[in-house]
């Protein structure tokens, strides 16, 4: 059997179409369209223009993951739905389109999921980072325990102050630590002795720049590790740049330019926090979680 899920998140609308061998997902077919329906939140509300042009990409996506195969295909929606006021309507535009109403899950879920997504045995911790949130899970064997979603995220973090200097570097790390210590005391002390896994796509972006190639298949950085320092080190050397430098950064897709800096603040200050010396890369995440979860109910 192969099932399909599409995910509404705050960056992109993306898709994944996979069969299940009873221990992992396989024969993988991943799609995504850059829509960042976050910025499209204005005064509490998605703009028309935001929800049509998700709307539009939920309906290909959806039918591309028809075209695989699939037998059935689930949709999903994050931050920018679930901050929505006319969230709803949102979800109701894009069943009529595809003929799928998407679930707005939690931020509690949507940490979950990706912990089910991107983790295997021993204890774990997991860092989503997305347009509208971030999410932190921590648990055992495949397991998720504790799970928590904050108000940060590359998108909503570029548009309180893009990030263009050291300066304005160092004050979105500092708010994200803020936000850290204040909504999630106590994480730092059991984030020891956990191997930590980071998932999105600050994190595939960051691994293909580490390692001077193209984004086409973020698989290729799949399970690479990168130290604290080296996360900082993009994140300032990017602050700086030029846009019109940093849209030719190999690695970096050149619609991610203006908001990648914001996602590695992000980052370095959660590995700051949580005293994380090495972060292991995944481009699997929420979406792989939602498929395992989906495959084991069906038994």
């Not at 590359?154 to 102050?161: H, Q």
Request: glycine share 12%; proline share 3%; aromatic share 6%.
């Amino acid at each position: 059997m192969r099932l399909s899920c599409v995910a509404i998140g705050s960056n992109a609308i993306r898709m994944l179409s996979a069969e299940w061998d009873g221990e992992k997902l396989c024969g993988i077919l991943r799609e995504r369209r850059g829509t960042r329906l976050f910025a499209g939140l204005k005064n509490g509300y998605l703009t028309e223009e935001s929800m049509q042009s998700s709307v539009d990409a939920v309906a290909e996506l959806a039918g591309l993951a028809r075209q695989s195969g699939a037998q059935e295909t689930f949709l999903f929606a994050t931050s920018a739905a679930r901050d929505a006021a006319n969230g709803a309507e949102f979800a109701e535009r894009c069943r009529a389109a595809c003929g799928v109403s998407p679930e707005i899950i939690t931020g509690e879920e949507e940490a979950r999921l990706s912990f089910l997504g991107a983790c295997g045995c021993g204890r774990c911790g997991v860092i989503d980072i997305g347009g509208g949130s971030t999410e932190f899970t921590t648990g055992e064997d495949g397991i998720p325990g504790c799970a928590i979603s904050l108000q940060m995220g590359a998108v909503r973090y570029s548009r309180l102050e893009s990030v263009t200097d050291g300066a304005s570097y160092d004050r979105a790390r500092e708010r994200a630590m803020a936000l850290i210590l204040d909504e999630a005391p106590g994480w730092y002390t059991d984030a020891a002795d956990r191997i930590w896994t980071g998932v999105g796509g600050t994190m595939t972006t960051l691994g293909a720049m580490q390692r001077g190639i193209p984004l086409f298949d973020p698989d290729s950085c799949e399970g690479m590790g990168m130290t604290r320092r080296e996360v900082a080190a993009w994140g300032r050397k990017l602050a700086v740049m030029p846009m019109e430098e940093r849209r030719h950064t190999t690695g970096l897709m050149p619609h991610r330019a203006d908001i990648i800096p914001a996602g590695i603040a992000i980052l370095d200050a959660a590995m700051s926090v949580f005293s994380i010396g090495v972060l292991r890369l995944s481009a699997q995440g929420n979406m792989d979680g939602y498929l395992k979860k989906k495959f084991r109910e069906i038994g």
